[in-house]
């Protein structure tokens, strides 16, 4: 483990300040970190890869005038640092398996995981929890929940239905559920995970001057052979009934596509193909159930037929040790 000193109790932010600027300046041992370590200490201080690299490299600050600016630019989360200082400790030791007491999945939840590949976990947040959450969301891009002319007026962190939001104290709250992080620590065998900072969505119905913008059905992994093992997850803030604009995916395709990988014609780009004509069914769900998928299944929002807003939370743990395909097919 890394034992260098930081204020902000991250060990492992002077590792990376160092090779930052050994590569700056040209000095032998300059190899990349683990890019795994690097996004994980990032999210932790609330902190992006892009911002950060350009100070270190335009200023080559002190170890000290660096963690000044994390607090001044950042949003430190001590609950994020612990999991990812415990997570970079146990690169050597055994982590896998989970204690039957923080098991939430029962027997048939877990079947349905494995046949269809995603399961809804009831509940895992109270309902004053996912309406204090949708308020926050709400104010941030000045929405009025009665006035239903600003639910599609432009705001600088709306990115079609996306919501650059990442950090409230709200939001916070509902990623260290212990319901959602038992259930990727079961679904994983690995208690050592650690979480990503995700944003949140706002998908308003559709009507006259508005349409769906997306996204589809797709995937967040590259496509190249053999995929990794992988896990993702959102959290429903809203009622959200089929035709309102719910949270869509193939089920069960995890078991089919690398036959459906190898029957494409060579050239033919599988994400351009018609995903929609695999089966893509959408989950309905109420406010404070949490959808975990495998994320080999092709998965998206859908258009809102309904007359109220889809609102969601991403959320995601993962271990910090784990494959992933750095080439991107």
């Given at each position: 483990m890394h034992t260098s000193t930081s204020r902000l109790g991250l060990p492992y932010l002077k590792v990376i300040w160092e090779?930052?600027?050994?590569?700056?300046?040209?000095?032998?041992?300059?190899?990349?970190?683990?890019?795994?370590?690097?996004?994980?200490?990032?999210?932790?201080?609330?902190?992006?890869?892009?911002?950060?690299?350009?100070?270190?490299?335009?200023?080559?600050?002190?170890?000290?005038?660096?963690?000044?600016?994390?607090?001044?630019?950042?949003?430190?989360?001590q609950e994020m640092i612990l999991l990812?200082?415990?997570?970079?400790?146990?690169?050597?030791?055994?982590?896998?398996?989970?204690?039957?007491?923080?098991?939430v999945l029962d027997a048939t939840a877990l079947q349905h995981w494995d046949k269809e590949g995603y399961v809804i976990i009831p509940n895992v947040i109270s309902k004053e929890d996912c309406d204090a959450s949708v308020r926050a969301?709400?104010?941030?891009?000045?929405?009025?929940?009665?006035?239903?002319?600003?639910?599609?007026?432009?705001?600088?962190?709306?990115?079609?239905?996306?919501?650059?939001?990442?950090?409230?104290p709200q939001l916070d709250k509902n990623r260290f559920s212990k319901k959602i992080a038992n259930a990727y620590r079961q679904l994983w065998q690995n208690n050592d995970l650690i979480i990503s900072r995700d944003r949140v969505s706002f998908n308003p119905p559709e009507n006259e001057q508005y349409s769906f913008p997306g996204p589809n059905l797709h995937w967040d992994v590259s496509l190249k052979q053999p995929i990794?093992?992988?896990?993702?997850?959102?959290?429903?803030?809203?009622?959200?009934?089929?035709?309102?604009?719910?949270?869509?995916?193939?089920?069960?395709?995890?078991?089919?596509?690398?036959?459906?990988?190898?029957?494409?014609?060579?050239?033919?780009?599988?994400?351009?193909?018609?995903?929609?004509?695999?089966?893509?069914?959408?989950?309905?769900?109420?406010?404070?159930?949490?959808?975990?998928?495998?994320?080999?299944l092709p998965h998206g929002s859908s258009l809102n037929l309904g007359s109220q807003p889809r609102i969601v939370q991403y959320i995601n743990y993962l271990p910090i040790h784990r494959d992933i395909e750095t080439e991107w097919i």
């Amino acid at each position: 483990m890394h034992t260098s000193t930081s204020r902000l109790g991250l060990p492992y932010l002077k590792v990376i300040w160092e090779a930052v600027l050994r590569k700056r300046e040209g000095l032998a041992g300059s190899e990349p970190l683990p890019h795994n370590y690097v996004t994980a200490a990032f999210d932790a201080l609330g902190i992006g890869l892009e911002p950060t690299y350009q100070y270190l490299y335009s200023t080559a600050p002190t170890f000290e005038d660096f963690e000044a600016w994390i607090v001044d630019n950042g949003h430190p989360s001590q609950e994020m640092i612990l999991l990812v200082n415990k997570a970079i400790s146990s690169a050597t030791k055994n982590s896998k398996g989970v204690a039957q007491e923080h098991q939430v999945l029962d027997a048939t939840a877990l079947q349905h995981w494995d046949k269809e590949g995603y399961v809804i976990i009831p509940n895992v947040i109270s309902k004053e929890d996912c309406d204090a959450s949708v308020r926050a969301i709400q104010e941030t891009i000045a929405v009025d929940p009665l006035d239903k002319s600003t639910w599609y007026t432009s705001h600088p962190l709306k990115n079609g239905i996306m919501v650059q939001l990442f950090r409230h104290p709200q939001l916070d709250k509902n990623r260290f559920s212990k319901k959602i992080a038992n259930a990727y620590r079961q679904l994983w065998q690995n208690n050592d995970l650690i979480i990503s900072r995700d944003r949140v969505s706002f998908n308003p119905p559709e009507n006259e001057q508005y349409s769906f913008p997306g996204p589809n059905l797709h995937w967040d992994v590259s496509l190249k052979q053999p995929i990794p093992y992988g896990i993702q997850g959102l959290l429903y803030l809203t009622d959200t009934p089929a035709h309102q604009g719910a949270f869509t995916l193939v089920p069960g395709f995890h078991h089919k596509i690398d036959d459906w990988l190898h029957s494409i014609p060579p050239g033919v780009n599988p994400r351009t193909m018609d995903l929609q004509s695999l089966g893509a069914t959408p989950i309905a769900a109420n406010a404070g159930d949490f959808i975990i998928w495998n994320h080999k299944l092709p998965h998206g929002s859908s258009l809102n037929l309904g007359s109220q807003p889809r609102i969601v939370q991403y959320i995601n743990y993962l271990p910090i040790h784990r494959d992933i395909e750095t080439e991107w097919i």
